[in-house]
C-alpha cells in the first residue's frame, strides 16, 4: 500500500511540475474544456475531460459510466436462454452480433454444435449486423467533419438491411433470434432474393461514400497523419477490428479461429492498411463493408438445407466449466468468459467488450493533437456508449 | 497431478489441425513453467479448444511480463471471479417467506483456487493465433479491508482500465496502479457491486419472475376483492 500511495504522490507531482513548466515555458494558462456528455461525436453520453495548451491537447481523459447497466450481475439472475435479451443491447447497432458469443460459449460448455443450415444463418445476420451497424458510420463520419449529406445516405441504405433483419427475425434492432442450440426459426419466403437485391444496393453505397467522401480534399487532409496509432501500442491496449487492421496489423477473428460460423467456407479478403491514421481506420470500415457484402452472397449461394435447431433439452442447464468465446463483431473482438457450475444459470459472465479496449488508448492517442482532431479521433476510432459501459 | 492429464480425454487421430494446436499449447505450458517454475501452480489443457494457467500471487506481474516475452502482446481483458456463491440465489426467493439455508462452501472453476476471489486475464499472441487465461488467487483479508494483488499495468497499458473496473466492482486493489479511480459508479458509492454478497435490490424488493408478479384476473379473484371493486363501482 504504501507503494501505491508514493506513486500518486509521484504523479501528482510530475503534472503540478508538467503544468508550471507549460505556464513558464510558452506563458500560456492551461484551459480544462469538457467535451460532452452531450456532443454529437460521443454517440451517446460520453464525457471527456481535456486540458489544453492554446489549441493543444496536453491531457485528456474519458470519463465513461453515464449509461452503465450492470450487465454482468444482471446475468447472475437470469438464465441462459434469457441472457441473450440483456446482452443484445450492449452495441445496439449490430445487436445480433452480439447474441452469438455468448451462444456459441454455452453450446461448447454443453458440448452440442448448431446445424449446419443454423451456423450459415448466423453468419449471414452476423454480417448483415456488421453491414448495418458499420453503415452508419460511414455516414456519421461526414457529419463530425461538417459534411451532412453522407448520413442521410446512410440511414437511407441502412434501413434495408434493418427491414432484411427484421424480416428474418421480427426485430429491427433486438433480433433475441439465437437460440442454444440454433435459431428461433428458418428464413421467410423470398428472403434470399431480396437479400441479394439489398448487397447491390449496399455496395453501390459504399461506392458512393468513396467517391463523395474519402476523394474529399478536406477529408483528407483533416484525417491522414492525424491520430496515428503504432502497431505495438495498439495491441498492448487490446485495440481489435478495425482499429487494429488499420495499424497494419493482420488478424481477424473470422478467419484466424477456428469457430462454429460458416467463415472457413467462404472467401474473403482481411484488409489490412500500414498508416494506422484516422484516414486508415474509416477506409478499412469501408472496405470491410464491401467484403462483408460479397461474403453474404457467396452465403446465400450455399446456403445447406436441413433443420436450424439441434435436439436440446427443454429445460437448458449448462454443465460445470469455464468458456472464453469470441468472435469479430462490427465493432472489434467481443467476447464473453462464461463460469457455469451446472445451474440454470451462469454463475458468472465476464463480458469483453471491443469498445472498452477502443476507447481505453484515448488520453495515449489525444496528447498532443489540436481539439478539432479529437473529434475526427473520436469519430474515426468508432465506439457505441452501450459498449463501454456495459 | 499431472497437470496435463486432460490431453487423454478427447483427440481423436483424424483431427490434424487440433494435434497440431496442442502440441503448441504444450509447448507454452513447457516456457511458462521454465519461466515461473514452481510459482505455476495448475494448467488446464481443453486440446484444440483453449488453455488455462494459474500461478501463485507473488507471481501475477512476472506472468505477464512471462507472457509477453512468449509474444502475447495483444491483451485481451483482466477481471476477477467472486467464487463466494450468493446468498440470495438467483433472486427468486419470496420475500415474505423466510430465506432459505444455502451452502457457503466455495466450489473453484478450472485450475482450482484457494481463495474467495481469483483474478483472471486473457492475453493472445496474434501471430501464432492462440490465447491463454491466467488465474491467480486474490489472498483473503479481514472484512471491511481490501484484498491486494500486484498491477499488471507495467506489462500491459491496457490494464489500466480493466483494473480501474475490476477496483470498482470487486473492492480488488492494484498495487502499483497509478489511478484506481471508479469507471462507472459515483466516487462516494458504497459496496463493490460484483461481489457475490452484493444484493441486487430490484430483485430483492420484486423477484422476477415471481409468485408475487401473477395477479388474478377479472372475475376469478377472491372474493374480497370483487366485492371492493363492486362497491367501488356503487358509490362512483
Redesign the interface.
Known amino acids: ?1 504504501t ?2 500511495i508514493d ?2 504522490k509521484l ?1 501528482y507531482i510530475a503534472a503540478q511540475a508538467a503544468d508550471a513548466r507549460l505556464n513558464v515555458e510558452l506563458e500560456t494558462e492551461g484551459m480544462t474544456l469538457n467535451i460532452g456528455p452531450q456532443h454529437p461525436a460521443t454517440h451517446g453520453t460520453l464525457r471527456i475531460i481535456v486540458r489544453l495548451d492554446g489549441e493543444q491537447v496536453v491531457w485528456a481523459d474519458p470519463s ?2 453515464y449509461m ?1 447497466r ?1 450487465y ?3 446475468t ?3 438464465t441462459f436462454p434469457q441472457v441473450t435479451t440483456l446482452i443484445n443491447r450492449i452495441d445496439w447497432l449490430g445487436s445480433f452480433a452480439n447474441e452469438v458469443p455468448f451462444i456459441l460459449a454455452a453450446e ?1 460448455l454443453m458440448d452440442i454444435e448448431a446445424p449446419p443450415r443454423a451456423q450459415w444463418i448466423r453468419t449471414i445476420l452476423f454480417e448483415l449486423s456488421r453491414i448495418a451497424n458499420v453503415s452508419l458510420f460511414l455516414g456519421d463520419l461526414g457529419v463530425q467533419l461538417g459534411a451532412i449529406t453522407p448520413v442521410f445516405m446512410a440511414f437511407r441504405d441502412r434501413e434495408y438491411v434493418l427491414n432484411l433483419i427484421e424480416g428474418a427475425t421480427g426485430g429491427r434492432f433486438h433480433p433475441n433470434f439465437d437460440r442454444i442450440g440454433g435459431l428461433k426459426d428458418d428464413l421467410p419466403k423470398g428472403w434470399i432474393d431480396e437479400t441479394r437485391q439489398v448487397m447491390k444496393k449496399l455496395r453501390n453505397f459504399c461506392d458512393e461514400i468513396e467517391n463523395l467522401l474519402f476523394g474529399n480534399k478536406i477529408f483528407q487532409d483533416r484525417t491522414r497523419g492525424i491520430g496515428v496509432i503504432p502497431p ?2 495498439a ?4 485495440l481489435s477490428g478495425a482499429n487494429l487492421r488499420a495499424s497494419g ?1 493482420d ?1 481477424d477473428l473470422r478467419r ?3 469457430i462454429a460460423l460458416a467463415y472457413d467456407k467462404v472467401d474473403f479478403k482481411v484488409w489490412t492498411h500500414p498508416d494506422g491514421d484516422s484516414f486508415a481506420r474509416c477506409w478499412i470500415r469501408l472496405q470491410e463493408t464491401r467484403e462483408a457484402t460479397k461474403i453474404v452472397d457467396q452465403l446465400l449461394d450455399g446456403i445447406p438445407s436441413g433443420p436450424v435447431m439441434a435436439k436440446v433439452p427443454r429445460i437448458i442447464k449448462v454443465p ?5 468465446v ?1 468472435t469479430e463483431n462490427p465493432l472489434g ?1 467481443m ?1 464473453y ?1 462464461v ?1 457455469s ?1 451446472g ?3 451462469p ?2 459472465v ?1 463480458i ?1 467488450t471491443a469498445s ?2 477502443n476507447i ?2 484515448v488520453p ?1 492517442v489525444l496528447r498532443g493533437v489540436y481539439v478539432p482532431d479529437v473529434i475526427t479521433i473520436l469519430a474515426s476510432l468508432y465506439f457505441i456508449l452501450g459498449d463501454i ?1 456495459k | 497431478m499431472d497437470p496435463l492429464s486432460d490431453t487423454s480425454t478427447s483427440p481423436t487421430a483424424d483431427e490434424t489441425p487440433a494435434l497440431a494446436s496442442d502440441t503448441l499449447r504444450e509447448g507454452i505450458v513447457d516456457k511458462l513453467r521454465a519461466a515461473l517454475g514452481d510459482q505455476l501452480l495448475d494448467v488446464k489443457l481443453v486440446p484444440g479448444t483453449d488453455l488455462w494457467a494459474r500461478v501463485a500471487t507473488e507471481a501475477w506481474r512476472d506472468t505477464g511480463l512471462a507472457l509477453r516475452d512468449q509474444g502475447f502482446h495483444y491483451f485481451c481483458f483482466l477481471s476477477a471471479i467472486d467464487w463466494l456463491p450468493s446468498p440470495y440465489g438467483r433472486g427468486e426467493d419470496d420475500p415474505t417467506a423466510p430465506a432459505p439455508e444455502r451452502s457457503t462452501e466455495i466450489v473453484h472453476g478450472y485450475t482450482g483456487g484457494e481463495t474467495r476471489f481469483q483474478v483472471f486475464a486473457r492475453v493472445t499472441d496474434i501471430e501464432r493465433h492462440i490465447g491463454v487465461t491466467v488465474k491467480a488467487d486474490v489472498p483473503d483479508v479481514a472484512a471491511g479491508e481490501s484484498p491486494v494483488i500486484e498491477s499488471w499495468v507495467t506489462n500491459y497499458a491496457g490494464a489500466n482500465w480493466h483494473e480501474r473496473e475490476c477496483h470498482e466492482m470487486f473492492g480488488i486493489t492494484f498495487a502499483g496502479h497509478p489511478d484506481l479511480r471508479n469507471m462507472y459508479l459515483p466516487t462516494d458509492f458504497e459496496g463493490y457491486p460484483l461481489r457475490k454478497d452484493f444484493p441486487l435490490l430490484a430483485r430483492l424488493v420484486k423477484p422476477w419472475p415471481g409468485i408475487v408478479d401473477v395477479e388474478p384476473l377479472p372475475g376469478e379473484g377472491d372474493e374480497s376483492t370483487d366485492a371492493a371493486a363492486d362497491g367501488e363501482g356503487a358509490s362512483a
Open positions: 500500500m507503494d501505491l506513486r500518486q504523479s465513461a459510466g452503465h450492470g454482468e450481475k444482471l447472475e439472475v437470469r461448447q505495438a501500442v495491441q498492448q491496449y487490446g496489423v488478424w484466424d479461429q477456428k460445470e466449466g469455464e468458456a472464453w469470441s473482438e467476447g468468459y463460469v457450475q445451474d440454470l444459470g454463475f458468472r465476464k469483453r472498452f479496449n481505453s488508448i495515449w459501459d
